[in-house]
């Protein structure tokens, strides 16, 4: 950077680095550096994300729920390929996975008899595993019990209602027969199919009444036997005692609603989720703000605060306020940002995509999804799109018609175009000027590779003409052009009297530069002197009619001064011979 003067931003991963000099001549070098989105697993969850996005707007929102879980889904499948080499990939997917969870739990799936807590124990049984790593090191031991995390063991897996697990463990402690009596009659909620939830009230308050009855007369060979039955009896100094093994306030709260609350619904968990951050208030971060915001069944405060933690990637915001939006957690009132919350996090997500390699395309339909301000915004970010190559930029105006900025990729061709026309390449710089519609540019083309032909006496690269159909219409000098082409095609399968009746409507025509036409009438000699006449067996190309055409037209040309001194050689050339043709003509034609 200390050698250059100057630095342009020429998108969101690329620096130009300048000097510019006393004679306006410009040093610059490019510097590029990979952003966020280039590992693997980010490429994996824009690809799987925009095809569930994509399935959203298709489906006009019907259905949330399972677009939700495709979402988690493909979030946990991005964890579980996380190796050990990513740990940093897949704390940021886990958290992902977790915020996400959590919205998808409180604000949009269907609750039975609105009980949370089955919902919120599978999430803790996800996120921290470490319960059955545990107990499977435990189990290895020939001696389980002496395992210096036993007991601890034993909590955790009751804070994550493993009961069976559990139980496995407490049989072979000297307690065991007491304990193990009171856990297996323990009534579960995913357990209780068939029975009102009134009735499973009534049975859980029976059993843990009798927890309670037998703790005050409670006589066990160990102290962590206490402890186990307290937990049963859902006294909150026992999780506080063991609150380290949970490391969370919200897999605190999950565990000990278990054993005093297991039907809490959504609309009160917030209470239980203040008093558990209280006993955490010494290690919450903003993470634990966004899953209290959740609970709160704050939506706007879980995007705000998303959009504030993960603000290098727009993800989860964009793809969770959509989400919210169409689950009708969200309203679509205009904030100070000039739009909606959720087209404002969709537009920045799309931002981070457009100027990618990879994600260009995805980038333009999440822009075309934001109906306020999507447009001014892709009409701004496109022509940045860096097109390296032709495939690249046909391609981008590809995606220009599909979401119908006809504008856009306009613009973009004639850019295109004008690249072209001054690496010389005439035949490219004509198809993306069709390609624009622009008659000024497609005229001005046509009439440079007519020159080129004056000069040369060729063309090259032409072959596209034979495929433009309607095309040709666009622009008189490109009908000319074509035609002309058209002509030479005849010349080389000996359509000879064809290729005179064309030559002399391009004469008649003046579709034509007015210089061209001496060239049109050079062409004329061929058909008019060569010994291999025509198909006709009066050896005449041209009759009476198209000779006078003909040399009317010289006439006019040397009338309106057109002609360069050095064409006058030609002009007696070209004069003789038409003046032989129709003589030859009369003699030939009936009277």
Known sequence: MDNYSGASWINENKLMLYNSSPEN????????????????????????????????????????????????????????????????????????????????????????????????????????????????????????????????????????????????????????????????????????????????????????????????????????????????????????????????????????????????????????????MGIYKDYLNPLDEILFSAMEFDAHSVLTQCITQFKNNWWLSAHLADILYHAKQLDDTE???????????????????????????????????????????????????????????????????KHGLVSVGSNMCRVMSSAANQADQLGLALIWSLQAKDLVSVTKISETILDNYIETGGFSNLDFLDQLGNNKLLSNRLMFLGKYREFHNMIKTHQRNKAADLLVSLVESNLGPPRFQITLLLDSLPLINDADKSEDDNGVVMDSRQSHVLLKALEDMQIKKLLKESDMQKVETIRLALVTNLASSFLNEPW
Not at 110 to 137: A, I, K, R, S
Request: charged content about 20%; overall charge negative; glycine content about 4%.
């Open 335 to 401: 904030l100070q940002y000039g739009c909606s919350l959720r087209e404002y996090t969709l537009l920045h997500y799309a931002s981070e995509l457009i100027f990618h390699e990879d994600f260009w395309s995805i980038g333009m339909d999440y822009f075309m999804e934001c109906k306020k301000l999507g447009k001014s915004y892709i009409e701004t970010a496109v022509p940045r799109i860096p097109l390296e190559n032709q495939n690249k930029a046909l391609r981008v105006w590809s995606a220009c018609e």
């Open 25 to 276: 001549e410009i040093d610059f070098r490019v510097e590029s550096w990979e952003t966020n989105l280039d590992s693997l697993i980010n490429k994996y969850i824009v690809f799987e994300g925009h095809s569930v996005f994509s399935e959203i707007q298709i489906s006009n929102g019907n259905d949330v729920q399972s677009h939700s879980h495709a979402y988690r889904s493909l979030l946990r499948a991005a964890i579980q390929e996380l190796g050990p080499d990513n740990e940093d990939d897949k704390k940021l997917v886990a958290l992902y996975e977790l915020v996400w969870s959590f919205c998808e739990v409180l604000f949009i799936e269907h609750l039975p008899g609105g009980c949370v807590l089955p919902y919120l124990m599978e999430l803790m049984q996800w996120h921290f595993p470490q319960p059955v790593e545990t107990l499977n090191d435990v189990l290895s031991f020939e001696e389980p019990m002496e395992h210096p995390k036993f007991w601890d063991c034993i909590v955790s897996l009751l804070f994550q209602g493993q009961i069976n697990e559990a139980l496995a463990l407490l049989k072979i402690t000297p307690d065991g027969g007491e304990l193990c009596s009171f856990l297996e009659k323990m009534p579960l909620l995913n357990n209780f199919s068939g029975h009102s939830l009134s009735e499973f009230k009534i049975s859980w308050s029976m059993w843990q009444e009798n927890c309670k009855q037998n703790l005050e007369s409670a006589n066990f060979v160990l102290d962590q036997s206490v402890d186990i039955l307290e937990i049963l009896c859902g006294t909150l100094d026992a999780f506080i005692k063991y609150k380290d093994l949970a490391q969370t306030w919200y897999h605190l709260m999950t565990s000990y609603l278990l054993y005093t609350m297991p039907t809490v619904t959504v609309v009160t968990l917030h209470h239980q989720a203040k008093e558990m």
